[in-house]
């Protein structure tokens, strides 16, 4: 079954030149009265004006990917993490117990682009840690890359039954999902920007989804598109009440 999510679906949020679109996936499936999928507790597109400070604040019991595509931050934590993320630099903190960060967007860098992702994890209370990975390429072309998830082979550890791949599928080119970890998998696939047909009948655009179950669809990029997949197992353990990624229901 595949389940189109247009951008209809999010919620906007804009403040001076902090600007996100969120979306929260489990609104598609009223029934589970649960505003996340599973162990995807919500994703933020985010488009944010050089010389925004994002003031100290908290996070607790939040797995949180930082991926961006434009832009440079200057990153700071109750961790005594300092670094900068940008396009080749990912951050991923497990929040835990008790986490705080500020987040400074660089002038250097231009507008800030990218999507802040809060996964669910397996259980509350975990001890707060901070992770960095250095991609060797912007993009990875036409192929899925490891990004984040549970298991050794993952660069970045999420602590739950999450994967997350990205790749630039550039114009005319066809793929399908990566391999899926583990069983009773579902598929989230993200256009970060671009255009792609799935299985010849449905167009999702720059910022628009697809919740993949129990099918092996193909993907034509119309045009060359970023896209981000997220897979979650449905039955997975996962604590729900974490201060971002938790349900609002």
């Known amino acids: 079954m595949i389940t189109k999510i247009d951008n209809t679906i999010k919620y906007g949020k804009q403040h001076g030149g902090f600007g996100i679109q969120i979306l929260y996936p489990g609104l598609i499936r009223p029934e589970l009265n649960d505003t ?3 162990t995807i507790g919500r994703i933020d597109h985010a488009r944010i004006t050089p010389g925004t400070l994002i003031q100290m604040h908290p996070h607790k ?17 109750s961790e005594s993490y300092s670094d900068v993320i940008s396009n080749q630099r990912l951050m991923m903190m497990n929040a835990g117990a008790s986490y705080y960060h500020e ?14 992702i809060f996964i669910r ?27 984040a998830g549970k298991g050794d082979d993952f660069p970045l ?18 793929i399908f999902l990566p391999e899926s970890p583990a069983e009773n998998a579902a598929f989230l696939l993200y256009v970060f920007n671009g255009e792609v047909t799935v299985d010849s009948k449905i167009v999702l655009n720059s910022g628009e989804s697809a919740l993949i179950e129990e099918d092996q669809p193909t993907f034509l990029a119309e045009r060359t598109s970023d896209i981000v997949v997220f897979i979650t197992q449905t039955d997975a353990m996962h604590f729900d009440g974490g201060m971002y990624s938790g349900n609002l229901q």
């Not at 860098?109 to 990218?114: A, D, F, T």
């Not at 999450?162 to 080119?173: A, M, P, Q, S, V």
């Open 36 to 38: 996340g999928f599973s």
């Open 61 to 77: 019991d939040d797995e949180i990917l930082t991926y961006l595509r434009s832009g440079k931050v200057k990153h700071l934590d």
């Open 103 to 116: 987040e400074l967007v660089l002038e250097e860098g231009g507008v800030l682009e990218g999507l802040q």
């Open 121 to 147: 994890p397996e259980k509350s209370g975990l001890k707060p840690q901070v992770q960095f990975y250095q991609l060797t390429d912007v993009y990875s072309n036409n192929q899925w890359r490891k990004i």
């Open 157 to 174: 550890q999420i602590r739950s039954n999450t994967w997350l791949y990205d790749l630039r599928l550039e114009k005319g080119e066809e």
